[in-house]
């Protein structure tokens, strides 16, 4: 299997089943958020962050471009500049828009994978600012998946705690 295929389906895959996910968050839970402990972000806060994974990453992991100043160096940042607080992160205002902007994320990333050839995905090296391990660019495409696909889970246990009738079915596409 090419890189390309593996994470094509992986990201289909992910989008399938955050897309189904989405369906099951009503609009009145979108404030809700986890009742203990603490730095728990907003049901909004979450579909968005799940919207922003995949396609922002590709572009940062494959042009550099992370969509920070050109001053910006990650070592000089604040560790609460690196990763805020839960109450600082953007949310969404309604599920249609959580449900659109989880689409364009699906076009962007499938766009960027389709642009880039298999010699690039197995030998091209992909630094990211938060880690300096070497890794080839495919993998690290990957693991941008597996930050979505993180994040999808979190979902699931949001909407499972909300007391929504889910089941492992939900958290795998079955």
Known sequence: MS????????????????????DLVEEADLAW???????????????????DSCSGS????????WGM???????????????????????????DEAKRL??????????????????KLATAKAPVPWDPTEMVLGHRLLQMVEHMKQHKGQLFYYLKLQGKPVHTGHLYGM
Do not use: C
């Open 3 to 22: 890189w390309k295929e593996l994470i094509s389906r992986e990201l289909e895959d992910a989008y399938k089943v955050a897309a189904g996910l989405f």
């Open 58 to 65: 590709f572009k940062g992991v494959v042009t550099g471009d």
């Open 102 to 119: 989880l689409a364009e994320d699906r076009r962007g990333a499938l766009e960027i994978l389709s642009s880039l050839d298999e010699e």
């Open 33 to 51: 958020k986890p009742a203990t402990g603490s730095n728990w972000m907003t049901t909004a806060q979450l579909l968005k962050h799940i919207t």
């Open 69 to 95: 100043p050109d001053h910006s160096d990650m070592s000089q940042l604040t560790p609460e500049e690196m990763l805020p607080p839960a109450e600082k992160l953007p949310s969404v205002d309604s599920l």
